[in-house]
């Protein structure tokens, strides 16, 4: 089967830090793609884990645990640009397909 | 730098009707893909499309919808009798190729009104 779950909504506060976590039950897991999506907007790729560990880039990290089936977005010095939906995804072996969790609206409060 | 483009932004429709939503993947990319987001719900696949043929496609993807490229450079999904619950945005997406690992870029959607 085949199932995302991530924390509906959230809220921090400029220049702060915050962790949004995932966790999946996906058949053949094969990598988790984290994606930024601003109101009425396209999915913007942020990063990609398929090995466990931390990815960095910039601002933004990405930690994946195969054996936990677990990962974290780490969002560093928040800013108001950062409030958005935050969205979970992902891919199996044999398959096109991204599969996507329902998303963590962010909101970033001055 | 590159970007899936799509066309129209917004389109409204009368239950029943036909529509052809339009895309321009990013240039030398090769996969294409139709993903779709019902208002406040999940982004969903729809299908995906490599050497002019469905790879894959979901459940959602049913006799009602087509996908078509007709030249070299647009990837169309075609519905051909909408109706109320085919109301969503529609995003296209594309990669390089059809690897596990390969970033699936997606356009600025299509928002569907069916009425």
């Given at each position: 089967g085949q199932n995302i779950d991530q924390p509906t909504e959230m809220t921090a506060t400029e220049g702060a830090i915050v962790q949004i976590n995932c966790t999946y039950q996906t058949s053949g897991f094969n990598g988790l793609f984290w994606y930024q999506q601003h109101a009425g907007e396209a999915p913007t790729f942020l990063s990609y884990n398929v090995l466990d560990g931390l990815e960095e880039k910039g601002r933004f990290s990405s930690f994946l645990s195969r054996s936990k089936g677990y990962s974290y977005l780490l969002l560093k010095e928040?800013?108001?640009?950062?409030s958005a939906s935050y969205l979970c995804a992902s891919r199996s072996y044999n398959t096109d397909k991204l599969i996507f969790g329902t998303g963590t609206r962010l909101q970033v409060f001055p | 730098e590159p970007e899936v483009t799509q066309t129209p932004s917004h389109q409204v429709t009368q239950m029943g009707q036909e529509v052809i939503l339009r895309c321009v993947p990013i240039?030398?990319?090769?996969y294409f893909y139709w993903y779709r987001q019902i208002l406040g719900q999940k982004v969903e696949f729809l299908v995906s499309f490599y050497n002019n043929e469905i790879s894959e496609k979901s459940?959602?993807?049913?006799?009602q919808f087509s996908v078509e490229r007709p030249d070299g450079s647009n990837f169309t999904l075609k519905i051909r009798s909408t109706k109320l619950e085919d109301s969503a945005m529609y995003f296209c997406a594309s990669s390089v190729?059809?690897?596990?690992?390969e970033t699936q870029y997606f356009g600025p959607g299509t928002r569907l009104l069916v009425l």
């Open positions: 928040l800013q108001m640009k950062d | 240039s030398n990319h090769l459940e959602i993807f049913d006799d190729s059809g690897s596990y690992q």
